[in-house]
């Protein structure tokens, strides 16, 4: 998947869906980067496009890893999805 839209690509990797994200802004870095602890090859900021080659240059990179970053999602996401519930809880409590 690529996207460019926080909440979409949020939703790619909480099914476990690799994905490369435009991002025009610090979120999208840091999403990647709580989750891969990195977001190189993750992430292009939108001021680094500066034509088709740069996005299939990074795409290339990024396909040739998607099932890297399928395993390491399948393997983090499980945990997320619980603190997320587990917050959900806290606030109910409140």
């Not at 926080?6 to 939703?11: D, G, K, L, S, V």
């Not at 989750?35 to 396909?63: C, H, K, M, S, W």
Request: include cysteine; proline fraction near 3%.
């Amino acid at each position: 998947f690529i996207g460019a839209r926080t909440h979409a690509t949020i939703a790619a990797y909480s099914t476990c869906v690799p994905t490369l994200v435009i991002g025009y802004s610090v979120k999208s870095k840091g999403i990647a980067k709580d989750i891969f602890g990195t977001y190189d090859g993750l992430v292009i900021p939108v001021e680094e496009i500066d034509g088709a080659e740069r996005l299939i240059e990074a795409y290339n990179d990024f396909a040739a890893n998607k099932e890297d970053y399928r395993k390491q999602l399948c393997d983090v996401m499980p945990d997320y999805i619980e603190r997320a519930k587990s917050s959900i809880k806290e606030l109910f409590k409140i």
